[in-house]
C-alpha cells in the first residue's frame, strides 16, 4: 500500500510546512542577537529584565496552545495560520519600531500568543497527510525550520545589525511573514479530499491507509481520559525539562559567544550558526532511521543524555579553554535538536486522532513553560554569578532528567499510555 501513495505530497506540503515554521522560529530567536547588538542599551533595559523579555514570549506561548490546535483540528488549520503568519509578522515588525521597553514587555507576550497554536497545528496537519512509516521524516522536515532558520539568521542577523542596526533587523525580518501568509492560503489545503492535485484514486489510497492506521490505536473517550493519562503526563515533564535545555541554549548562546575577547557581532553570528549545522544533519539521521525502524524511544533519550552531557563537560572546562568550551556546546546544540522527529511521531501513534490535537498541544504548552524556565533562568543565573557555568549545570540536569523521563514514558515496545 506504501508504494501506491502519491509522492508528490512530499514536493507540495512539505516545503511549505518547512517556510511557514522556519518564519515562526526567526521572529521568536532573533530576540537574542537583538540583545546582544545593541537593543539592551538602547532601551535601558537590564540583565534582570532582558532574562524577563526572552522568556515572555513562552507565556503568552502557554496560554493559548489548547484552544488553537483543538480549533485547528476541528475547524481550519489553513485559517488559524494564516492570521497567525500576519499577527507574527506585524508585531515582530513592531518590535523595530519601539523606543520603550514597557511596550516591549507586551509585544514580546502577544508575539507568543499569535504563534502558540502553530507547532500543534502544524503537527495535526501533517499527521493527515503522512503515515506512521513516513511521519518521523515529515516532522523533522517541518522542524528543521528551527536549527535552518538560526543558520541563516545567525549569519544574516549580525550583518543587519552591524549595517543597519538592531530595528532594521527586526522590521526586515518580520515582513517575510505577512507576505508568505497569501502563499500559505493559495497552496495549502485543510483536507485530502480537497487537495485538487491530487487524483480520486490517490485520495482514497491515502485516505484507506490512514484510516487503518487509526483502527490499532486503542480509542479514547475524551480529552480529559488523554490528559490523565500516564504517558501524556510524563511527556509533558520529559518536553518541559528537554525545553529548558533548547531554549535557555537558543536565547544566550549569542551572548555566551560574545564573552570571548576581540568577537564582533557577525564573528558571533557565524559561529552561533555551527550548532545547527550539525543538528540538521542529526534531524535526516534521526528520522530516517525512525522511520525505518519504527523504533522511536531510541533516537530521543540518547540523544537528550549527550546534550546532558556536554553541557556538564563546559562546566567542568569553566573559562579554562574558551574554545573547547564552544566545540562541548556544538555538541549539545546539535545532540538536543536531533530528536524532534521521532518526539513528535511516537505522540500521534499512541493517541487516536480524535484527542491527539489537546494532547499535542498540552505537552507543548509545558514545553512553553520549559521554554520560559530556561531563558528566564539562564539568564538569572549568569547575572547572578557573573558566568555562565551555573546555567551549563541547570540545562545539564534538565537534559538528564529529560532523557529518564523518556525510558520512563515509552518502556516497552508497544507505548501503552492507558495501562494502570
Known amino acids: 500500500m506504501g508504494k501506491q501513495l502519491a509522492m508528490k505530497r512530499w514536493y507540495r506540503l512539505i516545503p511549505i510546512a518547512f517556510i511557514t515554521y522556519s518564519l515562526a522560529y526567526l521572529d521568536r530567536a532573533n530576540f537574542g542577537f537583538a540583545t546582544a547588538g545593541g537593543m539592551a542599551k538602547d532601551l535601558h533595559i537590564t540583565a534582570a529584565m532582558s532574562s524577563l523579555l526572552g522568556s ?21 488549520a489553513r485559517r488559524l495560520i494564516f492570521w497567525s503568519l500576519i499577527l507574527w509578522g506585524i508585531l515582530a515588525m513592531a518590535t523595530g519600531l519601539i523606543s520603550n521597553a514597557n511596550i516591549l514587555i507586551v509585544i514580546r507576550f502577544m508575539l507568543g500568543v499569535v504563534e502558540s497554536a502553530v ?14 512509516s513516513e511521519r518521523s521524516r515529515a516532522n523533522t522536515f517541518l522542524i528543521l525550520g528551527n536549527p535552518a532558520t538560526i543558520v541563516w539568521m545567525s549569519i544574516l542577523s549580525g550583518y543587519l545589525i552591524k549595517s543597519l ?7 526586515f525580518e518580520g515582513l517575510p511573514a505577512i507576505i508568505w501568509a497569501f502563499f500559505w492560503w493559495r497552496l495549502i489545503d485543510d483536507n485530502v479530499r480537497n487537495a485538487k492535485w491530487l487524483t480520486v484514486p490517490e485520495k482514497d489510497d ?37 525545553s529548558i535545555g533548547v531554549y535557555g541554549f537558543v536565547m544566550w548562546l549569542p551572548s555566551i559567544i560574545k564573552t570571548a575577547p576581540d568577537i564582533s557581532i557577525i564573528k558571533t553570528g557565524w559561529l552561533a550558526s555551527i550548532p545547527y549545522l550539525f543538528a540538521i544533519a542529526g534531524m535526516f539521521v534521526a528520522s530516517y532511521f525512525s522511520d525505518k525502524t519504527l ?28 574554545w573547547l568550551s564552544i566545540v562541548l556546546l556544538v555538541i549539545a546544540g546539535a545532540a538536543i535538536y536531533t530528536p524532534y522527529g521521532p518526539f513528535f511521531a511516537v ?19 509545558f514545553g512553553a513553560l520549559g521554554s520560559f524556565a530556561g531563558s528566564f533562568i539562564v539568564g538569572y543565573l549568569k547575572s547572578a554569578t557573573g558566568g555562565f557555568g551555573a546555567s551549563y549545570i541547570f540545562m545539564a540536569g534538565s537534559l538528564f532528567l529529560s532523557a529518564l523521563l523518556t525510558m520512563i514514558a515509552l518502556k516497552g515496545s508497544g507505548h501503552k499510555p492507558f495501562a494502570p
Open 206 to 242: 491515502l485516505i484507506e491507509t490512514l484510516q487503518e492506521e487509526q483502527l490499532i490505536i486503542k480509542p479514547v473517550k475524551n480529552y480529559a481520559k488523554a490528559f490523565k493519562s500516564r504517558v501524556v503526563i510524563l511527556l509533558c515533564l520529559q518536553y518541559a525539562f528537554w
Open 347 to 365: 505522540i500521534t501513534e499512541i493517541l487516536p486522532q480524535n484527542v491527539t490535537a489537546g494532547a499535542i498541544a498540552l505537552i507543548n504548552s
Open 56 to 76: 515572555l514570549f513562552f507565556l503568552g506561548y502557554f496560554f493559548f496552545q489548547i484552544p488553537g490546535a483543538i480549533y485547528a483540528a476541528t475547524k481550519s
Open 119 to 132: 507547532m500543534p497545528s502544524m503537527i495535526i496537519f501533517l499527521s493527515r497527510w503522512f503515515t506512521k
Open 165 to 171: 542596526g538592531w530595528r532594521w533587523m527586526f522590521i
Open 295 to 322: 523504533n522511536r524511544k531510541i533516537f530521543i533519550w540518547p540523544f537528550l543524555l549527550i546534550g546532558a552531557v556536554a553541557f556538564y563537560g563546559s562546566y567542568l572546562l569553566g573559562t579554562s579553554n574558551f
